[in-house]
T-cell receptor, first 114, second 113 residues
Framework: GESVGLHLPTLSVQEGDNSIINCAYSNSASDYFIWYKQESGKGPQFIIDIRSNMDKRQGQRVTVLLNKTVKHLSLQIAATQPGDSAVYFCAEVPPRGSQGNLIFGKGTKLSVKP | DAGVTQSPTHLIKTRGQHVTLRCSPISGHKSVSWYQQVLGQGPQFIFQYYEKEERGRGNFPDRFSARQFPNYSSELNVNALLLGDSALYLC????????????FGQGTRLTVV
């Protein structure tokens, strides 16, 4: 399928290593953040979310960290697998907005080498 | 369980033509949003509809319009197509509860020639 990852920053990791994907968000008043994974030819798929009253949240093999001081999010993927290869986007819900009008970051293409 | 479904999956149109894209949300979801994703970029918000009313609009020209039907499905219409309208058009549905995620469909790949 057609790649969504052209011209995006790329992170290349070895299978089994941990991956860290970073994202800067735009609005200091945003209070809800979501990480999405997008594989080639598909729509974004929910990975994990975090509210602004938290600074860390863990899921299965994934952890999201939120640093409101510098408006920064990171997604950590443990024991990265070839199936994790995709483009990853962070999205924020701005004040007075909702998850219906997300603001997406630029995206990072994760490439996992077997 | 059916997720968000969009039709058609691919479409080729000529400049100046009109296009209608369709979306069916997840059962029980009353909020539908449309996004445009140009190759190599993140999705850009176009419209949000909830209970058949427009609840948000992104920075897109008036050539873009949408509506939501009583069954909560939605259509996105684009008039007077330009080459720059070529993109993946994504539909997302969600519950109105603010702190729940939006679920995306596979998208419609529109190519304007």
């Amino acid at each position: 399928g057609e790649s969504v990852g052209l011209h995006l920053p790329t992170l290349s990791v070895q299978e089994g290593d941990n991956s860290i994907i970073n994202c800067a968000y735009s609005n200091s008043a945003s209070d809800y953040f979501i990480w999405y994974k997008q594989e080639s030819g598909k729509g974004p798929q929910f990975i994990i979310d975090i509210r602004s009253n938290m600074d860390k949240r863990q899921g299965q093999r994934v952890t999201v960290l939120l640093n409101k001081t510098v408006k920064h999010l990171s997604l950590q993927i443990a024991a990265t697998q070839p199936g994790d290869s995709a483009v990853y986007f962070c999205a924020e819900v701005p004040p007075r907005g909702s998850q219906g009008n997300l603001i997406f970051g630029k995206g990072t293409k994760l490439s996992v080498k077997p | 369980d059916a997720g968000v479904t969009q039709s058609p999956t691919h479409l080729i149109k000529t400049r100046g033509q009109h296009v209608t894209l369709r979306c069916s949300p997840i059962s029980g979801h009353k909020s539908v949003s449309w996004y445009q994703q140009v190759l190599g970029q993140g999705p850009q918000f176009i419209f949000q509809y909830y209970e058949k009313e427009e609840r948000g609009r992104g920075n897109f020209p008036d050539r873009f319009s949408a509506r939501q039907f009583p069954n909560y499905s939605s259509e996105l219409n684009v008039n007077a197509l330009l080459l720059g309208d070529s993109a993946l058009y994504l539909c997302a549905s969600s519950l109105q509860n603010r702190f729940t995620e939006a679920f995306f469909g596979q998208g419609t790949r529109l190519t304007v020639v």
